[in-house]
């Protein structure tokens, strides 16, 4: 027989401790008394951080719906009170249970509180198999080249989460027999959590918009609202904007960027001779003749026709103006990085018309710009932000984090589906901000942004090579290329493309770059944590990639 897991060993190891306020306090007007479960009165108004005590303020007045809790359940109302202010209530379809998972196992759930729960909902029909079947985990494991942990592999009473042993069974708090379990099924956060709640949620919540608050110009991300793309997450943002002012339909959004290929993402893609344009979305003009090579970082800037520009469609559109998105630099457009006094122009219009500013940093979000985020890079203070790509590090996760009270604007399953919050996706966003807060990774990814620069530069004596663009001390860079020879700029780009692939001969390194961007533009984009040695091997094979292209 499967013993209960005991949660506290979760808890205790929690490495986002609420920060300096102690443990959350519950709200006295919402205290349940021998009831099975309650709501406290709806439109709670968040007031004061020390309140709360999660370690971040919330400015805003958002109109929160009931908050649910259930009697004897003390670790799962802390999970639904940190998620109750931390995330809007779209993520989730109602449900009165808002049950806080922490373990699984075939057909068993483990709620935070230690208490099984047949599991009759499968995540949403998803965990067909059950979840952990052992042989299943195995192939899995197998085929990513994981190494099967022995809680999974032996049925021992020890499930292993990475490298921390989780000890289970021994101090429960109040043992229940578990009828029917198996040693089939391995035991361990359940791998889907569908209109459900998970420990690793709640920390992922925390850990997350403490981090962005603790940031210059992180103050207005108050709540997040996950989802499990890019495109996704930009789709959420949109939704909420346009329903905290349903009267405010138009969405300016900045030409040539690139937000995603699906629904409103791709609504705010491109430009306006696209086909199928949405007629909700009118396009500005993003700096690219001011920004076309690095040589130009520290020319001055003429934000005239920019100002002209947003003055006209505010002429046009007027109040019907609700929402700006732009990207800090148009990445999939070229990798252009403007002059922050450009975004700041964007940012000073949205304040002064009461537009909601979004800021995509799906692809710059964790360091790549030089800073943590490029609203800190840029000196911006987005209502929204949303965030992807590094957030997992390579796990599927990806949030609109932003205003309160826009986000709350959604109701209820407005904004939820299988995946979002998911235990997964929420873990590798806890252990992404838990490396960047236990190392140092910006400060050495610094001195080695230079040297990259300077060996991209470098490519400049090859005559294809036009131009080179990327943000000073950051790890992303565009080389673009030009017609030459005969041969065309896009002709260039991929011949660099494979000539940097095949590198220095069969068997011997390379470097992996993908397919060219608008069609000439070669992206660099190197892990933060490339050293000095390994980027002059990798610039290296590049320009012996490039000198090999003019050899007959
Ligand atoms: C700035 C930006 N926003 C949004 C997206 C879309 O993200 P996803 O591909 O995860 O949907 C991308 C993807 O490249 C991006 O670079």
């Not at 670790?75 to 373990?103: C, D, M, W």
């Not at 732009?326 to 219009?349: C, D, I, M, V």
């Not at 985020?373 to 957030?391: Q, S």
């Not at 997964?424 to 490396?435: D, F, Y």
Request: aromatic share 8%; with cysteine.
């Amino acid at each position: 027989m499967k013993p209960t897991y005991d949660p506290s060993s979760v808890i205790a190891t929690d490495p986002f401790p609420a920060q300096g306020n102690g443990p959350a306090r519950f709200d006295s007007t919402a205290s349940l008394v021998g009831t099975d479960c309650t709501t406290s009165s709806s439109s709670i108004a968040i007031q004061t951080e020390d309140e709360r005590g999660f370690g971040w303020t919330v400015r805003t007045h958002p109109v929160l719906p009931p908050r649910i809790e259930h009697a004897q359940e003390p670790k799962g109302n802390h999970i639904r009170h940190i998620l109750h202010f931390g995330e809007p209530k779209s993520l989730r379809t109602y449900t009165p249970t808002q049950a806080a998972l922490v373990r699984a196992s075939g057909v068993w759930l483990w709620t935070a509180d230690g208490r099984p729960l047949y599991d009759f909902t499968s995540g949403v029909l998803v965990a067909n198999l059950g979840h952990y079947p052992r042989s299943w985990t195995r192939k899995w494991f197998a085929l990513m080249g994981w190494p099967v942990a022995s809680g999974f592999e032996h049925g021992s009473d020890h499930g292993q989460v990475g490298q921390e042993s989780v000890t289970l069974g021994h101090s429960a708090p109040r043992p229940c027999p578990v009828p029917g379990t198996t040693e089939d099924f391995g035991f361990a956060v359940p791998l889907t959590a569908y209109n459900a709640m998970t420990t690793v949620e709640a920390e992922a919540v925390r850990a997350l918009v403490q981090l962005l608050q603790s940031r210059p110009g992180g103050s207005r991300l108050e709540q997040v609202l996950w989802a499990a793309s890019g495109s996704e997450a930009i789709q959420k943002a949109l939704w909420a904007a346009l329903a905290f002012q349903r009267d405010r339909p138009m969405i300016l959004a900045t030409r040539y960027g690139f937000h995603g290929k699906k629904g409103l993402a791709q609504a705010v893609t491109g430009c306006e001779t696209d086909a199928e344009r949405d007629p909700r979305v009118r396009f500005i003009s993003f700096p690219m003749m001011e920004c076309r090579d690095v040589s130009q970082r520290d020319q001055p800037f003429d934000p005239t026709p920019y100002e002209r520009e947003l003055q006209q469609v505010l002429h046009q559109f007027g109040r019907k103006i609700g929402t700006l998105i732009t990207e800090p630099y148009l990445g999939g457009g070229g990798s252009f990085h403007p002059p922050k006094a450009y975004l700041q122009l964007l940012q000073n219009f949205c304040r002064e018309n009461d537009i909601l500013f979004i800021l995509d940093e799906v692809q710059s979000n964790f360091g790549r710009t030089g800073s943590l985020f490029a609203f800190e890079t840029y000196g911006l203070e987005p209502d929204i932000v949303v965030l992807g790509k590094g957030l997992g590090n390579g796990v599927p996760v990806a949030a609109a984090v932003g205003r309160a009270d826009v986000l709350s604007a959604l109701n209820y399953g407005d904004a939820s589906d299988t995946y979002s919050a998911h235990p997964l996706g929420c873990a590798a966003v806890v252990a992404t901000i838990s490396e960047y807060l236990s190392r140092d990774v910006l400060t050495p990814m610094r001195a080695v942004s230079e040297q990259i620069e300077r060996g991209l530069v470098a490519l400049r004596k090859f005559p294809f090579v036009a131009a080179v663009r990327g943000e000073k001390g950051g790890m992303v860079w565009g080389v673009e290329m030009q017609d030459y020879a005969g041969r065309s700029a896009s002709d260039w780009a991929n011949a660099f493309v494979l000539a940097a692939y095949r590198g220095q001969g069969p068997q011997q390194p390379g470097v992996h770059l993908l397919g060219p961007l608008a069609k000439k533009v070669v992206r660099i984009a190197p892990p933060l944590i490339i050293t000095a040695d390994q980027a002059h091997h990798a610039l290296q094979i590049l320009h012996e990639g490039a000198q090999s292209l003019l050899e007959p």
